[in-house]
């Protein structure tokens, strides 16, 4: 599997936040589907990484995304999940300028800035846009294991239908105890979100440490 | 690409049990135990939609997964019972082909041991001399016999309504009674851990959807708010994979605050909670405020089928709006039969609930002494709290081939990292059952780091 991108990261952190279907359905492009936890309540995922190592250099990035079923009838490896990211951000506009030519990520155009802050029993992520706030997220662990994920990422570049394999390597906890919490505060970013009935608490928590994120190949389907 | 390396996980080096409870270091891991299968990390969410137009497209690799683990554990589910499902069974172990003997039963349903009484029987034998095997109809048409009749006032008159409607399975009940009610433009909040058979009817309903946090007053309060039309919350009275009750007062009071109709589904409480064994909502002192009462005869009467109960006037419009009763053929005669005399059973010997609450305490005392963490439950239901997806059908095995029946319970049914084994404690049960199992659990699951003592 070519690679096309590898970036190390310091903290990478995704929450699952139930989100309604049909707010999930106006996103996403017509030939994806989201995945329901439950009878109209879809999966947002809010993901904060803190990358100290890329061809950029260090930066931090968010992205929203909605959950969907991997497809694993035409690919040799089971993907764990699969995701429509709809809407990033990132702190380098180099960043956001070469995974928006490689990836065809949609990125908010103004820079954030993004804190990671670490205690033993919670990683804060605060995020603000020209020293106004603009997100406020924690995730709590559970027990800490090892691991490789393998995940789908799907694009659109216009009417193109793209896909790609990620992997993501590191120490990871995950749990589902609803410890974590976010607050959304209203600014150009997060106002779709704010206008959607999406959950004030994760349902899932996922927590990767001192790992790295590689993207494969893009491929139109 | 060897098979295994399809799933990309690294199987787990150490396991983490929830506070209090001790955990393992590496070194204390017992090196020979088997590894678990990479693919075990996986589960029925990756195979629920799949790319390609041909609707087989997952079959493929739904096969070649289920072909890793279901001898890894899966195997665990469905395995034939050789005997009646009192409190030993004989269970055939399809991993080894043996047939394993007299194994402490905490899997069945069975909670007040009703099913293989002798009169149960009896009267089951007798119905099958009348009225043959099956009912041959819909209970409309042809399916109704004079025990379905006379079943359905004996209930109606147990649970102090004016009437009930008997469904051919408590899944079918529920099913029918919420797409008979509600419809689209309507609002159903149910709690978030409401039963497959709850969420369907809502789906079928064709209403608009919501659900609370499980338990939480002020949640539901929230989801109702502002919302003008026809309203009905559904809960439980005890919900199956926690074995925790809700609080119905706080509830009511807020269903009252927002005009909403109550429903409760009382499939594992009725027949052994309350005074009477009405359930939960007569336990709590609150059974007349509730709008629609739900129920089902598999678990406490021992048999098979689902019942609604509620006024005359309600009754009266399910039977023309559910459509999951109308169109199934009515419950066999002689099932009818069973549930007749366990129902009787259940007036005539009160002191089966009795003995089932002092079982219950007992287990508790039994696990508690041996530091297996039991969760929150107040129930006949205990879950016994594992917390490591990636083991816990290695544990059940080595439960299983030392002498005790019970079930696993892995995500997605519930959630991650909240693997289960859900255990059902019977009035039947004996002293030595339950110190047998309690002690067979605890010494398993002490090899695996998750009791304290």
Known sequence: MPVVGSYRFQTGVSAFFEMATADARAVLPSHLEPIEVRHERSVLSVSAFLFDDSVVGPYTEVMFAVIVPPSVAAWGEHAKAGLYPFLCATSSAEARRIKAERFHFPYHEQSIDAQFIETADRVRIRVFGAGAPILDLSVTPESWETTTHLLQGFMMNGDERLRTMLHISGDYTVHENERGDMKLFPHPFTNALLRQDVSPYPFREHWFKNGTEVFHKLEAF | ?453
């Not at chain 2, 060897?2 to 396991?15: E, G, H, L, V």
């Not at chain 2, 002494?369 to 490591?388: A, C, L, N």
Request: net charge neutral; hydrophobic share 40%; aromatic share 10%.
């Open chain 2, 1 to 453: 690409m060897s098979d295994m390396n399809k799933y990309s996980s690294i199987p787990r080096a150490t396991t983490e049990a929830s506070a209090p409870v001790r955990r393992l270091e590496v070194d204390e891991l017992d090196a020979s135990r088997p590894t678990v299968p990479a693919a075990m990390e996986y589960d029925y969410t990756n195979f629920y939609f799949g790319a390609g137009d041909d609707a087989f497209a997952l079959l493929a690799p739904f096969d070649d997964w289920w072909s890793q683990v279901q001898p890894a554990g899966y195997y665990l589910y469905e395995l034939p019972l050789h005997s009646a499902p009192g409190t030993r069974v004989d269970v055939k172990d399809t991993k080894t082909g043996e047939i394993r003997r007299n194994l402490v039963n905490f899997a069945s349903y069975n909670y007040l041991g009703l099913s293989y009484r002798p009169e149960v029987k009896a009267a089951i034998k007798e119905a099958a001399d009348i009225y043959g095997g099956g009912s041959s109809g819909s209970p409309i048409l042809s399916g109704t016999t004079e025990l379905h009749r006379a079943f359905t006032e004996e209930v109606a008159a147990f649970k102090g309504k004016e009437a009930s409607l008997v469904f051919p399975t408590g899944y079918s009940a529920n099913v029918g009674t919420i797409a008979g009610l509600m419809r689209s433009g309507d609002l159903i909040v149910a709690d978030q851990f409401a039963h497959a058979s709850i969420v369907d009817g809502m789906i079928l309903s064709k209403a608009k959807s919501r659900f609370f946090r499980h338990n939480r007053a002020d949640d539901l309060d929230r989801k109702l708010a502002g919302f003008a039309g026809k309203k009905l919350v559904i809960v439980e009275g005890v919900y199956s994979m926690d074995g925790d009750v809700p609080p119905l007062a706080e509830l009511i009071e807020v269903c009252k605050k927002h005009g909403a109709r109550l429903m409760i589904d009382e499939a594992h409480s009725a027949f052994v909670f309350g005074p009477s064994g009405k359930g939960v909502a007569e336990a709590q002192g609150v059974d007349e405020e509730i709008d629609i009462h739900l129920g089902t005869f598999s678990k406490s009467l021992g048999g098979q089928g689902g019942y609604v109960t509620g006024s005359r006037k309600l009754i009266n419009y399910l039977r023309g709006f559910s459509r999951s009763r109308f169109f199934s053929c009515a419950l066999s005669p002689v099932v009818v039969a069973g549930l007749r005399k366990s129902l009787e059973l259940v007036q005539s010997e009160p002191h089966l609930r009795d003995k089932l609450w002092r079982n219950v305490a007992r287990m508790q005392q039994l696990l508690a002494e041996r530091g297996v963490p039991f969760g929150e439950s107040t129930s006949q239901v205990i879950p016994i709290m594992i917390r490591d997806d990636a083991r816990i059908f290695m544990i059940g095995e080595e439960i299983f081939r030392d002498g005790v029946f019970i079930n696993p319970v892995r995500y997605p049914a519930v959630g991650k990292h909240k693997s289960r084994f859900r255990m059902s404690i019977s009035a039947a049960h004996t002293d030595q059952d339950l110190e047998e199992g309690a002690e067979t659990i605890a010494r398993v699951l002490r090899k695996y780091g998750i009791c304290q003592s």
